[in-house]
Protein backbone atom coordinates (compact mmCIF):
# COMPACT_ATOMS: atom_id res chain seq x y z
CA UNK A 1 0.00 0.00 0.00
CA UNK A 2 1.45 3.23 -1.11
CA UNK A 3 1.69 6.21 1.32
CA UNK A 4 0.92 9.80 0.52
CA UNK A 5 2.85 12.62 2.83
CA UNK A 6 1.60 16.03 1.99
CA UNK A 7 5.21 17.85 2.16
CA UNK A 8 4.17 21.40 0.03
CA UNK A 9 2.71 23.68 2.19
CA UNK A 10 4.28 27.34 2.83
CA UNK A 11 4.42 26.86 6.70
CA UNK A 12 3.74 30.57 7.23
CA UNK A 13 3.48 29.70 10.79
CA UNK A 14 7.08 28.51 10.84
CA UNK A 15 8.62 31.07 8.71
CA UNK A 16 11.85 31.57 11.40
CA UNK A 17 12.62 27.32 10.06
CA UNK A 18 10.96 28.00 6.51
CA UNK A 19 12.34 30.67 4.87
CA UNK A 20 14.87 28.61 2.66
CA UNK A 21 13.50 25.39 3.47
CA UNK A 22 10.33 23.38 2.99
CA UNK A 23 8.31 22.59 6.07
CA UNK A 24 9.06 18.93 6.24
CA UNK A 25 12.47 19.61 6.19
CA UNK A 26 12.70 21.06 9.60
CA UNK A 27 14.81 18.96 11.74
CA UNK A 28 14.17 17.07 14.96
CA UNK A 29 17.41 15.21 16.26
CA UNK A 30 18.81 16.05 13.51
CA UNK A 31 17.24 14.77 11.05
CA UNK A 32 14.27 15.97 8.88
CA UNK A 33 10.48 15.53 10.50
CA UNK A 34 9.53 14.38 7.05
CA UNK A 35 12.13 11.22 7.60
CA UNK A 36 10.39 10.75 11.29
CA UNK A 37 6.59 10.29 9.59
CA UNK A 38 8.23 7.81 7.14
CA UNK A 39 9.65 5.77 9.62
CA UNK A 40 6.86 5.70 11.25
CA UNK A 41 5.50 3.64 8.60
CA UNK A 42 8.47 1.92 7.57
CA UNK A 43 8.28 0.27 11.03
CA UNK A 44 4.90 -0.94 9.88
CA UNK A 45 5.84 -2.77 7.02
CA UNK A 46 5.20 0.36 4.64
CA UNK A 47 8.05 1.43 2.37
CA UNK A 48 6.48 2.92 -0.80
CA UNK A 49 5.91 6.63 -0.43
CA UNK A 50 4.45 9.42 -2.75
CA UNK A 51 5.83 12.81 -1.36
CA UNK A 52 3.80 15.79 -2.74
CA UNK A 53 6.14 18.63 -3.83
CA UNK A 54 5.61 22.52 -3.45
CA UNK A 55 7.04 25.12 -2.26
CA UNK A 56 11.41 24.60 -2.39
CA UNK A 57 10.40 21.12 -3.54
CA UNK A 58 14.07 20.96 -4.67
CA UNK A 59 15.90 20.90 -1.42
CA UNK A 60 13.10 17.57 -0.81
CA UNK A 61 14.37 16.09 -3.68
CA UNK A 62 18.37 17.16 -3.15
CA UNK A 63 17.67 15.40 0.23
CA UNK A 64 16.67 11.81 -1.33
CA UNK A 65 19.27 12.07 -4.14
CA UNK A 66 22.28 12.24 -1.75
CA UNK A 67 20.46 9.97 0.98
CA UNK A 68 22.97 7.27 0.50
CA UNK A 69 25.53 9.54 0.53
CA UNK A 70 24.41 11.16 4.04
CA UNK A 71 23.51 7.53 5.33
CA UNK A 72 27.14 6.16 4.42
CA UNK A 73 31.08 6.42 5.33
CA UNK A 74 32.24 7.53 1.84
CA UNK A 75 35.94 8.23 0.60
CA UNK A 76 36.21 10.99 -2.67
CA UNK A 77 38.79 10.92 -5.24
CA UNK A 78 38.36 14.70 -5.93
CA UNK A 79 40.51 14.40 -8.92
CA UNK A 80 38.06 11.95 -10.42
CA UNK A 81 34.99 12.64 -8.66
CA UNK A 82 35.03 8.61 -8.41
CA UNK A 83 32.92 8.00 -4.64
CA UNK A 84 33.17 5.00 -3.24
CA UNK A 85 30.29 4.23 -0.46
CA UNK A 86 30.87 1.82 2.27
CA UNK A 87 28.62 -0.65 4.07
CA UNK A 88 26.17 1.34 6.39
CA UNK A 89 22.17 0.88 7.29
CA UNK A 90 20.18 2.50 4.97
CA UNK A 91 16.29 2.34 4.57
CA UNK A 92 15.05 -0.22 1.76
CA UNK A 93 12.22 2.55 0.73
CA UNK A 94 10.64 3.53 -2.75
CA UNK A 95 9.95 6.95 -3.05
CA UNK A 96 8.08 9.04 -5.53
CA UNK A 97 8.78 12.57 -6.11
CA UNK A 98 6.04 14.28 -7.40
CA UNK A 99 5.57 18.29 -8.17
CA UNK A 100 1.89 18.86 -7.07
CA UNK A 101 2.38 22.54 -7.86
CA UNK A 102 3.83 25.60 -6.15
CA UNK A 103 0.31 27.11 -4.49
CA UNK A 104 -1.93 23.91 -4.66
CA UNK A 105 -3.73 23.59 -1.42
CA UNK A 106 -4.20 20.06 0.12
CA UNK A 107 -7.04 18.74 -1.79
CA UNK A 108 -5.42 19.53 -5.23
CA UNK A 109 -2.34 18.48 -3.93
CA UNK A 110 -4.00 15.06 -3.76
CA UNK A 111 -6.13 15.28 -6.86
CA UNK A 112 -2.68 15.61 -8.78
CA UNK A 113 -1.30 12.42 -7.62
CA UNK A 114 -4.87 10.53 -9.02
CA UNK A 115 -2.85 8.55 -11.83
CA UNK A 116 -0.29 7.35 -9.26
CA UNK A 117 -3.01 5.97 -6.93
CA UNK A 118 -6.49 5.60 -8.81
CA UNK A 119 -5.95 1.65 -9.58
CA UNK A 120 -4.90 1.24 -5.88
CA UNK A 121 -7.65 -0.46 -3.37
CA UNK A 122 -6.87 2.29 -0.48
CA UNK A 123 -3.72 4.28 0.07
CA UNK A 124 -2.22 5.74 2.97
CA UNK A 125 -2.53 9.63 3.19
CA UNK A 126 -0.67 12.26 6.27
CA UNK A 127 0.89 15.15 6.03
CA UNK A 128 4.36 15.97 6.50
CA UNK A 129 4.59 17.91 10.07
CA UNK A 130 3.07 15.39 12.79
CA UNK A 131 4.27 12.34 14.62
CA UNK A 132 2.72 10.02 16.40
CA UNK A 133 2.86 6.39 17.41
CA UNK A 134 -0.24 5.21 15.38
CA UNK A 135 -0.96 1.50 15.27
CA UNK A 136 -1.00 1.77 11.37
CA UNK A 137 -1.95 -2.24 11.08
CA UNK A 138 -5.12 -1.62 13.60
CA UNK A 139 -6.44 1.68 11.37
CA UNK A 140 -6.40 -0.32 8.19
CA UNK A 141 -7.96 -3.35 9.71
CA UNK A 142 -10.45 -0.57 11.18
CA UNK A 143 -10.57 1.25 7.87
CA UNK A 144 -11.68 -2.24 6.59
CA UNK A 145 -14.42 -3.40 8.75
CA UNK A 146 -16.20 0.12 8.38
CA UNK A 147 -16.12 0.18 4.47
CA UNK A 148 -16.03 3.89 4.55
CA UNK A 149 -14.53 5.87 1.57
CA UNK A 150 -12.15 7.42 4.23
CA UNK A 151 -11.01 7.14 7.47
CA UNK A 152 -9.00 9.83 9.59
CA UNK A 153 -7.00 9.16 12.94
CA UNK A 154 -9.21 11.30 16.03
CA UNK A 155 -6.92 12.76 18.63
CA UNK A 156 -7.29 14.82 21.75
CA UNK A 157 -4.33 17.40 21.54
CA UNK A 158 -4.85 21.04 22.10
CA UNK A 159 -7.73 23.18 21.07
CA UNK A 160 -6.39 24.88 17.63
CA UNK A 161 -7.50 22.30 15.37
CA UNK A 162 -10.09 21.78 13.18
CA UNK A 163 -12.90 19.49 15.18
CA UNK A 164 -14.44 16.38 14.48
CA UNK A 165 -18.22 15.64 16.30
CA UNK A 166 -18.10 11.66 16.32
CA UNK A 167 -21.36 9.28 16.31
CA UNK A 168 -20.11 5.94 17.23
CA UNK A 169 -17.39 5.27 14.45
CA UNK A 170 -18.62 7.55 12.21
CA UNK A 171 -17.29 11.51 12.01
CA UNK A 172 -21.12 13.11 12.14
CA UNK A 173 -19.30 16.66 11.38
CA UNK A 174 -16.13 17.74 9.93
CA UNK A 175 -15.51 21.72 11.67
CA UNK A 176 -12.49 23.39 10.46
CA UNK A 177 -12.30 25.84 13.69
CA UNK A 178 -13.91 23.75 16.28
CA UNK A 179 -16.36 25.93 18.68
CA UNK A 180 -14.62 24.31 21.80
CA UNK A 181 -11.34 22.32 22.50
CA UNK A 182 -12.70 19.24 23.88
CA UNK A 183 -13.48 18.06 21.18
CA UNK A 184 -12.12 14.79 19.13
CA UNK A 185 -9.69 16.96 16.24
CA UNK A 186 -7.92 15.04 12.76
CA UNK A 187 -4.60 14.06 13.30
CA UNK A 188 -3.83 13.25 9.65
CA UNK A 189 -3.06 9.44 9.41
CA UNK A 190 -5.93 8.74 6.87
CA UNK A 191 -6.41 5.70 4.66
CA UNK A 192 -8.52 6.72 1.81
CA UNK A 193 -10.38 5.22 -1.40
CA UNK A 194 -9.57 6.48 -4.90
CA UNK A 195 -12.69 7.13 -5.08
CA UNK A 196 -12.94 10.54 -3.41
CA UNK A 197 -11.32 12.13 -6.22
CA UNK A 198 -14.62 13.10 -7.74
CA UNK A 199 -14.61 14.92 -4.97
CA UNK A 200 -11.20 17.33 -5.94
CA UNK A 201 -12.10 20.18 -8.15
CA UNK A 202 -9.08 21.91 -8.53
CA UNK A 203 -6.03 22.97 -7.10
CA UNK A 204 -7.52 25.51 -5.23
CA UNK A 205 -9.70 22.35 -2.86
CA UNK A 206 -8.77 22.48 0.59
CA UNK A 207 -8.80 18.52 1.60
CA UNK A 208 -10.47 19.77 4.99
CA UNK A 209 -12.58 21.70 3.94
CA UNK A 210 -15.81 21.07 1.04
CA UNK A 211 -14.51 17.06 0.78
CA UNK A 212 -13.66 15.81 3.97
CA UNK A 213 -16.87 17.86 5.30
CA UNK A 214 -19.20 16.23 2.09
CA UNK A 215 -18.24 13.16 3.09
CA UNK A 216 -18.94 13.33 6.68
CA UNK A 217 -22.38 14.58 5.74
CA UNK A 218 -22.82 11.55 3.46
CA UNK A 219 -21.97 9.09 6.49
CA UNK A 220 -18.56 8.32 4.33
CA UNK A 221 -15.60 9.32 6.77
CA UNK A 222 -15.12 7.14 10.38
CA UNK A 223 -12.65 7.65 12.91
CA UNK A 224 -10.26 5.94 14.19
CA UNK A 225 -9.53 6.65 17.62
CA UNK A 226 -5.76 7.13 18.78
CA UNK A 227 -5.37 7.44 22.31
CA UNK A 228 -1.64 7.81 22.04
CA UNK A 229 1.10 9.93 21.56
CA UNK A 230 0.38 12.61 18.94
CA UNK A 231 2.18 15.88 17.94
CA UNK A 232 1.95 18.39 14.97
CA UNK A 233 4.44 20.89 14.16
CA UNK A 234 3.33 24.29 13.47
CA UNK A 235 5.08 26.81 15.36
CA UNK A 236 8.47 27.14 16.63
CA UNK A 237 7.62 25.99 20.04
CA UNK A 238 6.31 22.70 18.67
CA UNK A 239 9.63 22.13 17.38
CA UNK A 240 11.32 22.76 20.57
CA UNK A 241 8.76 20.97 22.33
CA UNK A 242 9.71 17.61 19.79
CA UNK A 243 13.53 17.83 20.09
CA UNK A 244 13.29 18.20 23.92
CA UNK A 245 11.26 14.81 23.94
CA UNK A 246 13.73 13.42 21.30
CA UNK A 247 16.66 14.17 23.57
CA UNK A 248 15.38 12.28 26.13
CA UNK A 249 16.14 8.89 24.22
CA UNK A 250 12.20 7.74 24.84
CA UNK A 251 10.17 9.82 22.17
CA UNK A 252 6.56 7.72 22.10
CA UNK A 253 6.81 8.01 17.83
CA UNK A 254 10.34 5.90 17.24
CA UNK A 255 8.98 2.90 17.38
CA UNK A 256 11.56 1.67 15.36
Known amino acids: MKVVILAGGYGTRLQEETTGKPKP???????????????????????????????????????????????????IRVGTGEITVYDG????WIVHLVDTGQNSMTGGRIRRLEHWLKDEEAFMLTYGDGVADVDLHQLLTFHHEQGKLVTVTAVRPPGRFGGLRLNGELVEEFAEKPESSDRWISGGFFVVKPQVFSLLQDDSTIWEREPLETLASRGQLAAYRHNGFWQCMDTV??????????QTGKAPWKIW
Open 89 to 92: KSED
Open 237 to 246: RDVQLLEQIW
Open 25 to 75: MVEIGGLPILWHIMKIYSAQGYNEFIIALGYRGYYIKDYFLAYQHHAHDLT
